[in-house]
């Protein structure tokens, strides 16, 4: 079955320091992995996707099939990234469903 | 251009009333998806439209939830007979191109309906 489990709910970390979130999934064969974010008061927005290699804001993820993980990481922790965090999983198994962690709450502190 | 829209933003009610959650997709967006986000919890799947059909309605819990999308467009999302346990972060987004989200099929979400049933 497909699953994304994000083992801390809670976060904090001082500004400058490097921070990860991590994530990790169970599925059976080729996923599709993202980082979703919501900042305070704001919608649920697309951070990153795994399949474009890209660096948003200074966040990076990279797909670990031999760990099943897909952390998101940044070296140096900025106020404005405060948020909750949530990573999520699609593929071809789970059909027209997007599964979702249970979020991880990242606080930096000034 | 205008995101996705969602009315009410609050919307409180007794348990066993009826409610409808309204969502207003991003023009020409033609997917369109339902969650629902439980305190403490991540989004969770509940039904997904291409156009105007249901194509996938397996993550409504149970038979007294129901969703309609009659010109392919606006959404509504009806529940029966609310219980306590219904209240929760009501969720829609929208995707430009039919079928499941993918990295080449974006969901754009709404602000969400928040529903407590007392």
């Known amino acids: 079955a497909q699953r994304v489990t994000q083992p801390e709910k809670l976060l904090s970390v001082f500004k400058g320091a490097p921070v990860e979130l991590k994530c990790n999934y169970s599925y059976s064969g080729s996923p599709e992995l993202f980082w979703y974010v919501q900042y305070s008061r704001q919608r649920l927005q697309l951070l990153l996707r795994?399949?474009s290699r890209e660096s948003i804001k200074g966040f990076t993820a990279d797909l670990n099939k031999g760990e099943t993980s897909f952390h998101l990481k940044k070296p140096f922790a900025q106020e404005e990234d405060s948020a909750m965090y949530y990573c999520a999983l699609s593929g071809r198994n789970t059909g027209n469903q997007f599964y979702f962690g249970t979020g991880t709450s990242l606080t930096v502190i000034p | 251009g205008a995101g996705v829209s969602q009315t009410p933003s609050n919307k409180v009610t007794e348990k066993g009333k009826y409610v409808e959650l309204r969502c207003d997709p991003i023009s020409g967006h033609t997917a369109l998806y339902w969650y629902r986000q439980s305190l403490g919890q991540g989004p969770e799947f509940l039904i997904y439209f291409q156009g105007t059909g249901a194509a996938d309605d397996s993550g409504l819990p149970n038979d007294r939830f129901f969703a309609v999308r009659p010109e392919g467009s606006v959404s509504t999302l009806k529940i029966q007979r609310t219980e306590r346990g219904d209240s929760a972060v009501y969720l829609c987004?929208?995707?430009?191109?039919?079928?499941?989200?993918?990295?080449?099929?974006?969901?754009?979400f709404g602000p969400g309906t928040r529903l407590t049933v007392l």
């Open positions: 987004a929208s995707s430009p191109v039919s079928g499941r989200p993918s990295s080449y099929n974006e969901q754009f």
């Open positions: 795994h399949i």
